[in-house]
Structures are given as C-alpha cells and as structure tokens.
C-alpha cells in the first residue's frame, strides 16, 4: 500500500514538473527521462546479485545479464546523447 | 544475505537518487540549466547503481560486469555516431529497450519462484505484479520495433489496417486479462492449477508472447504523420513498466522514477494531441491517412501548380524584406538544416528579417526540428512558436516551406471534409508569396493532398532539398 502511495505522490510530481519544460527542450527531454526509466537497471542488477533468491540457475544469469544490457544501453545511451544534444544548445546561447 | 550496506542505508541511498532525478527533471525546465539538470539526474542513477551493487552480496560479478560492459559499449557508441535527423529511431529503440529490461527483470523474478517451488504459495497480488510487468514490458519492446521501423523507413509508414483489427486487440487484451487473473488471483481456486494441461510456466510464456503481439498490432496500424504521439506514449510506458518492476522488487526508487518519465511521457502525448486536435483514442485507432484522397482530389486540383527555378527564387527571396522558414521533416531527411542556416545569414546581410517558425508537431518526434536547428546553430530567438508567427503571417513577404507539408496545410482550416480539419497550422498561404521546397508532387508523411500547392500565391521549387539550397546559396553568393 504504500508503494502505491508512492506511486501516486510522484505521478503528481512529474505532472507538475514536466508541464513546465518549454517545446524546445522537448526532444531533450524525452532522451533524458528515457535515461531514467532504465532505472530498472536496480532490478536487473539485483536479479543477478542474489537478492531475489539463490540466483545461480543458468536461466536466471543469462536473464538477468541481458536485462543488465538492455538497461545500461538505455542508460548510458540515453544520457550520452541528452548531453550531446543539450552541449548543442547552451554552445550557442553563450554566443548570443 | 547481506552487502556492504545495510537495508536501512539502501534506503537513505535510494531517496538520494530519486530526489536528484527530480531537481534534474525540474532543471530541464530551463535550456540554461538543462545540461546540468541531465548531469545531476545521471548521478542519481550511478547513486541507484552502487547502492544496488553494494547492497547484497554479488552472486555473479563476472556476469554484471560483463553486462555492463557491453550494454556501456553499445550506448556510447550510438549516442556518439547517431545523426540529429536520426534522433526519433534512437528515442524509439532506447525505449524498447527499457521495456525489454523490465520485462527480463519480471521473467528472473518469476524464474526464480518458480525454481524454488514458492510459486505455488506466493501471494496472488505479486503474480498479478510480475504478470503486468512482463505485460507492459512485451508491449513497449515490441511497439518500439514497429516505431522505429516506421521512423527509420525500414517498415512501411502508412497505417497497415486489417479487417477486425480491434476484435483481435479485444481478444487478445481479453486473453491476457484470464492468463493473469489465472496466474493470479485464481491459481488457489482452480485445483488443477499444478497439474493442469497449461503449467504456470507456460502461462507466462503465453503472457509474454500476447504482449509482444498486442505490442506489434498496437503500433502498425499508426500511420508516420502521428509519429511524435506514439513514440510519447511509448516513452510514457517505458516508464511505467520500470515503476511495474519496481513493484516486482519492492523498491522505492523504481517506483517514483518510473512515475516520473511515465508522467512525462502522457503530458508530452498530450501536447503532441492537442498540436493535431485530436483525441488519443483517435490516433491510436484510426488508420489515420490510410484512406488516400481519392475523391477530394478533383476538387482541389482546380488551380494549376506553378513551378519555380533557382533564379526566380533568388530574385523573390533578394526582394524580400521579410522571410519566414518553415521547416518539416523533410528537411530533417535531406539533412539541410546546415544550409537552411546559411541562406537565412545571406538573407539577413541582405538585410531581410528572417524567422523560423515552428510547428508542436513538425518532424517525428516533439521538438525534433529545434535540435536540428540548435545542431546548425540557429540561434533561440529566431525560432518561433506557431502561435507566436500566425497573427503577423501577413505581413510577411515570401514564406519557405522547407520539406514541411501537413503543418501548413491549409485544408486544415477550410475544409470539413479533409482528415486534417481542425489541426492548428502554420497559415502560409496568408504571406505575400510561398516557395514551397519539394521533392515531387506526392503526398506527405501522412498521405494527405495538400490544397496549399495550387494556390495563386505559391512557387514550387522542385528537386532535393540541399541541392536546390545549395544552388540558392552559390545565386545568393555571387550577385
């Protein structure tokens, strides 16, 4: 239940942060949170560290070390090319 | 089995990361701190790394860091040699990506009950748990393919539509709502639950495979045109399946960013809807732009194309006082914003007042063509808003559509019976003279004529987009 209280609470925070980020961030934007939804790297990772369970099967490895790739390809992708694209706009603010 | 932190530290590190998530999210509300916003949100998640590294004992370190390793690899990779135009594919597959991981997460979670023989005693609610994870997980992989198909060219980008195409996402949203109920709340009513025909493994798999259909048919009937909803909405559910398997794991931090991008994600659906005045359940279920035109043609057809050569425009654009640029996606697929920013320099050392206006949903994904415009260097405040240019459209002297086509078309306005009626527009048609750059006379991303073309007051400038510029630049340069 509280985890659902959780939930809610930041749905609200997101609405009410996002709302607010002009049009011209918006690809910006989205790469980033993109970033951030790989947080599931946390379940991925402790899949594999053992906190789920005996996690010595060779299912469970081959699972959990591809959902490690997928989540820091996500991740590291992600926040790589945020900057990229936002090192493009703040170049040329400082120009002005 | 404990790490080298204890639970409680776990926690505390958690709360740290999900508050820099936040600030950075809250930093991207301005461009000035956007870059140290995404800085700030980056180490939150190394911060959610190590804590989830440190806080249990590492069964399979070679594996992580193998994992890591290679996942590192192939994202910096991509983010270095992606192109800007390419952007939307990357957003596509990156969050598909997301959804594969949660997926994978929910799959051990269950692989590990079940191994262990705790399957048959694990409360209903978690199965009910895993089950949704590795649903919205299936269906944010799958219809991130299709998207990025679609977007990378590499799938057809009308509508693919099939008679009975909702009775079968009926059926198939009703067979995975009994799979779960099945693998849920009903496994200790059903007394045959272990030895049944169907053991509850291969229920999982049937969960898994559903979604990844329900992903596929979800998406191929979307045409191209209402791409930047889909990829939104997409983003929006690679959110929520990371918050899904946050409930997998009972961890916090999950929780409240997956809630986070999963809130982003349907704000921005929203503004993508809004900018095309249409409803989501409109573009997600229409075909949108899959019936062509057929009758609507003869009665637009009525006025006659006029074709333009680089020397006229030369001299139209000399004579210009005013210039709007209205760039699309085309633009983006002929990767001239380069030169785009060239010609508008020439023009205003020419001494002509040179704008850019901005359509919410030109290009393929929200604010797609300010990044392009932001990578030549445009500088901020020459972009504008469309709402910001429409009430002086009139006064401006030649507008340039540059590869943009259901953004600025006018049927929009005028008439009921075009698919467009009712989309906010760039009104071009109102300045003096339109050029309008074109590849040919073939209907845009959507399929929709344009009425914009025959009209008295506009010159089609045939060819690629960079060569036909390329050409205006050399004109512009010698005299």
Known sequence: MLLIFVLVLSTFLGFEIIAKVPSQLHTPLMSGSNAISGITIVGALVSLTGALGTGDSTIQIA?????????????????????????????????? | ???????????????????????G??????????????????????????TA???????????????LAIGSLIGALSSRLVAMTAMPEMVALFNGFGGMASLLVSWSAFHQLYTSGELATSPWNQMVIISLTLLIGGVTFTGSLIAWGKLSGKLTTRPVLFPGQNIVNFLILLALLTAILYLGPLQG????????????????????????????????PIGGGDMP??????NSYSGMAACAAGFVISNNVLIVSGALVGSSGIILTNIMCKAMNRSLTNVLFSGFGAASTGKRKNKDQQGEVKALSVEDAYYLLEAAASVVIVPGYGMAVAQAQHIVQEIAQLLEENGAEVDFAIHPVAGRMPGHMNVLLAEAKVPYDKLREMDDINPRIDQVDVAVVIGANDVVNPAARTDKDSPLYGMPVINVEKAKTVIVLKRSMNTGFAGIDNPLFYMDNTRMLFGDAKATLQALVSELKSK
Do not use: C, H
Request: glycine fraction near 8%; hydrophobic fraction near 60%.
């Open chain 2, 53 to 67: 590294l440190l806080g249990s004992q590492i069964l399979n370190w070679q594996w992580i860091l193998l994992g």
């Open chain 2, 189 to 220: 009513v059903l007394l045959n639950y272990q030895n049944g025909i169907l053991s509850p493994y291969s229920i999982f798999i049937i969960i898994m495979v559903l979604s990844g259909i329900l992903g596929i048919l979800s998406v191929i």
């Open chain 1, 63 to 96: 699972l959990g070390t591809a959902a490690v790739v997928f989540a820091t390809i996500n991740v590291v992708g992600g926040y790589m090319v945020t900057e990229r694209m936002l090192a493009m706009f703040t170049k040329k603010e400082k120009k002005e």
């Open chain 2, 229 to 234: 909803v889909v990829i939104s909405l997409l």
């Open chain 2, 1 to 23: 089995m404990n790490g080298i932190l204890d639970i409680n530290l776990q926690d505390f590190f958690y709360i740290v990361s999900a508050a820099l998530f936040v600030f």
């Open chain 2, 25 to 50: 999210l809250k930093m991207m509300q301005k461009s000035e701190s956007a870059r140290k916003g995404n800085l700030i949100s980056a180490i939150g998640m190394l911060v959610a790394v190590i």
